[in-house]
């Protein structure tokens, strides 16, 4: 069983930074992949960001590519998305995910949601001026 808690958002004006972090505890040794969706009201949940824990590989959708950055820390279990020159329409729940299957690993697989079993509660992103 894992466990996910995200931290780290709030307002910002546009043209902003802001960096989400998820900590992720139980047992990790088995995580496979980590990502960053986001949900903004009235609008389906979509991912920005993944990454690959065995080989470290990156995906971004389009609309954050260049803006954001997803890494991690090994020795303190912690995931990070870094997110620069914020935009209006990133604002949005975000949504740290993960699992310890092979599914997520394929680049189809990279941002459906039905091959993350593992998610936090969210971090409210506000970007406004």
């Known amino acids: 069983v894992l466990r996910v808690v995200e931290s780290g958002g709030g307002s910002v004006q546009p043209g902003g930074s802001l960096r989400l972090s998820c900590a992720v505890s139980?047992?990790?040794?088995?995580?496979?992949?980590v990502a960053w969706f986001r949900q903004a009201p009235g609008k389906e949940r979509e991912g920005v960001a993944t990454?690959?824990?065995?080989?470290?590989?990156?995906a971004y959708d389009a609309s954050v590519k260049g803006r954001f950055t997803i890494s991690r820390d090994n020795a303190k279990k912690m995931f990070y998305l870094q997110m620069n020159s914020l935009k209006p329409e990133d604002t949005a729940m975000y949504y740290c995910a993960t699992d310890a299957r092979d599914y997520c690993k394929a680049p189809n697989m990279w941002f459906n949601q039905d091959k993350y079993n593992y998610w936090g509660q969210g971090t409210q992103v506000t970007v406004s001026s």
């Open positions: 990454l690959t824990v065995g080989t470290s590989n990156t």
């Open positions: 139980g047992f990790t040794a088995a995580v496979t992949c």
